[in-house]
C-alpha cells in the first residue's frame, strides 16, 4: 500500500502499464492511496504493448521491468517521448543478456523487449544524461538470477536519486551497495516484501513554495519533509540559503524565510537539476546575477529546459544568457508577458 501518494500523469501511466501487464493496482484519490498486489516479478502476459504518454520515469523504469517477464514488449508514447534518448539504458540492459531495441533505430522509443528472464551480470553504462538508467537497473536487479554489476562510465548526475532508490529498494527488504557512485553491486536472488509505504511530500514541488517565501519576503513551513529526508532536491533551500534566506529544518519539517533582499548566487545544480526551474523564475528579483551550472543534461526532458525557461524569462523582460550546461540570469525589472508553456 503506498500512502500520500500522487495522482498524475506519471503515476496514472504507470499503474496503466502494470495492469497491462497483469499487476493488480488501485487507486483511491481520496485517500491519495494506491494498493498494488505484487506478483514476484512475473507477469500474467507474454505480450504487451505500454503506452506512457511523455511520462520518462514510467518508461525508463519500465524498460528493465519488462526484461523479468517472458514474451515480447513495446513501450511507447507521445512524439516528444519518441525524441527523448534511452539508449544508454538498452546498452546497458544488452550487456546484462537482454534483447531490448529502439524500435526506429533513434535511440528513443519506440522500444522492443525480447524478454526471457533477467539472468544478470556486469554492464558500463554512461552516467552524464540520467541516473534513471542506472535506478531501472538497481531495482529489478534483486530478483536477477546471478546478482548485478553497474559501473558508471564518466560522470553521474543526480546522485541524490540513486541515495533514494537504494533508501526505498532497503525499505521493501532489497539491498545493495553504492561504492562511491563509481560500481554498484546487488546480490540476486532477493525478494521484496509487501509493505505500507508513506511517501513524502515531493522535494521538487515544495521547491516552488519555498522560492514563493523567498521572493516575497514570507514563511513557508512544509510538514513531514525534513532533514531526514532522502529527497536530494530539498537541497535547494541551501541555494536560497546562499541568497539570504533563513532556514530551519528539524525532523520534522523544513522551513523558509525570506530576506528584505535575494542576493545573486553561483551554484551547481547537476544533483537537484528538477529545481532549477524553480531558482530561475525567482532570480530577476535578486540583487545580482544568478548563475546556474551543470544542468546540460535538462534538456532531454519533457522540453528543453534550459531552452524553455531562457525564452519566457526573457519574454517578461529579463536578460538571460544561456549556455549549453546552464543559464546566468541578471537583476531585471520585469513586465508582463504571455507565457506560452
Avoid: W
Amino acid at each position: 500500500m503506498l500512502r500520500h501518494a500522487l495522482s498524475s500523469d506519471d503515476t496514472e501511466y504507470m499503474a496503466a502499464a502494470l495492469r497491462t501487464l497483469g499487476v493488480g493496482v488501485t487507486e483511491d484519490r481520496i485517500a491519495e492511496e494506491f494498493r498494488v498486489d505484487g506478483n514476484g516479478g512475473r507477469f500474467a502476459t507474454g505480450e504487451a504493448t505500454l503506452f506512457i504518454g511523455n511520462a520518462g520515469t514510467a518508461a525508463r523504469f519500465l524498460t528493465s521491468l519488462v526484461a523479468l517477464g517472458h514474451g515480447r514488449y513495446v513501450i511507447d508514447g507521445v512524439e516528444r517521448m519518441r525524441q527523448r534518448p534511452i539508449q544508454p539504458l538498452l546498452d546497458g540492459l544488452a550487456q546484462l543478456g537482454v534483447h531490448a531495441v529502439s524500435e526506429r533505430g533513434t535511440g528513443c522509443p519506440p522500444l522492443v523487449v525480447e524478454a526471457g528472464g533477467f539472468e544478470g551480470g556486469s554492464a558500463r553504462m554512461r552516467g552524464d544524461i540520467s541516473s534513471q538508467y542506472f535506478s531501472s537497473i538497481l531495482m529489478v536487479a534483486p530478483l536477477s538470477r546471478r546478482g548485478v554489476e553497474l559501473q558508471v562510465e564518466g560522470e553521474l548526475v543526480s546522485k541524490p536519486y540513486i541515495d533514494m532508490t537504494a533508501s526505498t529498494m532497503a525499505a521493501f527488504g532489497a539491498t545493495m551497495q553504492n561504492h562511491g557512485y563509481r560500481r554498484f553491486t546487488i546480490p540476486g536472488g532477493q525478494r521484496y516484501q509487501a509493505r505500507v509505504y508513506d511517501i513524502e511530500p515531493d522535494a521538487s514541488g515544495a521547491s516552488y513554495f519555498f522560492a514563493a517565501a523567498a521572493v516575497t519576503g514570507g514563511r513557508v513551513r512544509v510538514d513531514h519533509l525534513g532533514s531526514g529526508s532522502a529527497q536530494g532536491d530539498l537541497g535547494f533551500v541551501r541555494a536560497l540559503e546562499q541568497m539570504g534566506c533563513t532556514v530551519l529544518q528539524t525532523t520534522e519539517y523544513t522551513e523558509v524565510s525570506g530576506p528584505a533582499q535575494l542576493k545573486g548566487v553561483d551554484v551547481d545544480m547537476g544533483d537537484i537539476s528538477d529545481t532549477a526551474q524553480t531558482l530561475a523564475a525567482i532570480a530577476p528579483f535578486a540583487s545580482g546575477p544568478v548563475n546556474i551550472r551543470n544542468i546540460a543534461h535538462v534538456r532531454i526532458k519533457e522540453t528543453d529546459r534550459v531552452a524553455a525557461v531562457t525564452a519566457e524569462l526573457r519574454r517578461l523582460g529579463a536578460t538571460v544568457e544561456e549556455r549549453p550546461d546552464g543559464l546566468t540570469i541578471h537583476p531585471a525589472a520585469l513586465h508582463p508577458a504571455d507565457i506560452e508553456t
